[in-house]
């Protein structure tokens, strides 16, 4: 593969490997279980054939496609091919997929009313179906769409029959990273969709596909594609920040190493130390250990772990660090539970501590790393939990002490409108181990 791309006087770049070898379908294989394949009754996907150095695709009999797919599956990475389809066909790009074809695909719908390198939950309840622009009623003529995923379109509309090559061969890349992912691609090396999923639905890993849409007669007209190469991303550091996340403003709050930053909530200095690049605040010697710097309006992020039977929880806008008379310093603050339970009341994982229950109990079993993430806006709570948002509250709802929202009692006497926005973070301790890591924040405004 290397000397034939030396040949078209290419280069490989640093970190890439060819997943086909110009000549055969060694390491991908054809699937008819996708929902494109009914007219064959799915036993075949599609005709896939490699001439002339590409895999080229179409229906096999009018109506039926399918996918062809690698055999190795893949995780974060990158891929990158070049692509030469008539203009007619559906086709995508698919990223992490199924044998059945779920995956997030990026889409080459290169037909009127389609689009390069959106991006589409495939078999995924077509969430999300992002893109920027759309074909009108030829190859060479587009318009521009509003998208909810930056950036808008860097091409004009007047510029794409220059920008776009109808008949040659132009690159299409993609990359997927994280679960729930960050899906970015390329044309022609412009950057035209930057998608962050915000619910993990789809597994951390799977095969890179090329699909022939079902449906119509495309038995004479083909997708194209050569020189498709991949780039595994490798996973950040653990307790580091990433270019991007520096680049978006993201804070680091433990550095795997040591206590800096950290206190305990009655100001002494923590008598644990770090546990497995992890902070436990169990018999650190206060209700909980804070960080230093008090933080408003914010996402907060990290990885939790617990033991059998754990009792902690996540505490913000904890203000201030004097407990009232007869009160515990957790009065202070406002706490997203994290309980070694199997239920999804007001003092299970993910619930907004005895204000609002969390939808369900999404956390992994006892000993298994979960992640969450916590945003907190102008009284709005949000809880994510692997992935999945299982709370949201609005604290300018509770308006009296000791009630919720719908008049039923909770525990606090406090009216949570008026409670205190800029406060500490604070991890507690409540009898149990519990261990944090990847412990990260983004101010917003």
């Known amino acids: ?93 698919f990223l992490r997929s199924t044998e059945d074809g779920k995956a997030w695909q990026a889409m080459i ?17 077509g969430k999300p179906n992002v893109l920027s622009f759309k074909f009108l009623d030829s190859v060479e003529r587009i318009q521009e769409i509003t998208s909810p995923a930056p950036p808008s379109l860097p091409v004009l509309p007047e510029a794409w029959p220059k920008f776009w090559r109808h008949g040659q061969w132009n690159e299409l890349r993609a990359r997927i990273v994280g679960n729930p ?28 596909a090329l699909q022939v849409h079902g449906g119509g007669d495309f038995t004479k007209q083909f997708v194209r594609y050569r020189n498709i190469r991949v780039k595994k991303v490798p996973q950040a550091a653990e307790n580091t920040l990433t270019e991007q996340e520096r680049k978006d403003g993201w804070v680091l709050l433990f550095d795997g190493k040591t206590l800096a930053g950290w206190m305990n909530s009655d100001r002494s200095v923590p008598r644990t130390p770090v546990e497995e690049a992890a902070i436990n605040p169990h018999r650190a010697g206060h209700y909980m250990m ?44 406002i706490e997203i539970a994290i309980d070694d339970t ?19 109990n999404a956390m992994r079993p006892v000993g298994e790393w979960n992640h969450i993430e916590i945003t907190c806006h102008y009284g709005l709570i949000d809880v994510v939990l692997n992935g999945e948002k299982v709370n949201s509250v609005d604290l300018s709802k509770f308006t009296q002490p ?44």
């Open 1 to 93: 593969m290397l000397t034939s791309l030396l040949a078209r006087g290419q280069t490989v770049e640093s970190g890439w490997n060819p997943v086909f070898d110009g000549k055969t379908l060694n390491g991908w294989h054809v699937s008819g279980k996708t929902g494109h394949s009914g007219p064959s009754k799915h036993q075949s996907g599609g005709r896939w054939v490699v001439e002339d150095g590409a895999i080229i695709g179409s229906q096999d009999i009018p109506g039926n496609g399918g996918i062809v797919i690698t055999d190795q599956q893949f995780g974060d990475f990158e891929v990158a091919l070049e692509m030469n389809n008539d203009f007619g066909p559906d086709s995508g790009l």
């Open 109 to 125: 719908d290169y037909h009127v009313n389609g689009n390069l390198m959106g991006v589409y939950g495939e078999g995924l309840g």
């Open 181 to 208: 992912p960050h899906i970015t691609t390329w044309i022609n090396g412009v950057r035209f969709c930057d998608w962050q999923e915000t619910e993990r639905r789809h597994p951390d890993q799977g095969g890179i």
């Open 290 to 333: 804070v960080y230093t710097q008090q933080w408003e309006n914010f996402v907060l992020v990290a990885d939790f772990k617990i033991s059998p039977h754990c009792n902690s929880g996540i505490f913000v806008h904890t203000s201030s660090l004097t407990p009232r008379p007869s009160r515990d310093v957790g009065f202070n603050g």
């Open 342 to 360: 199997q239920t999804a009341g007001f003092v299970d994982t993910g619930a907004v501590y005895d204000l609002s229950k969390p939808t369900r």
């Open 402 to 445: 000791n009630k919720r929202p719908d008049g039923s009692t909770h525990k606090f006497d406090i009216t949570y409108r008026d409670h205190p926005r800029l406060g500490f973070i604070g991890l507690q301790d409540h009898g149990s181990p519990c261990w944090y890591k990847n412990i990260k924040l983004k101010p917003l405004r």
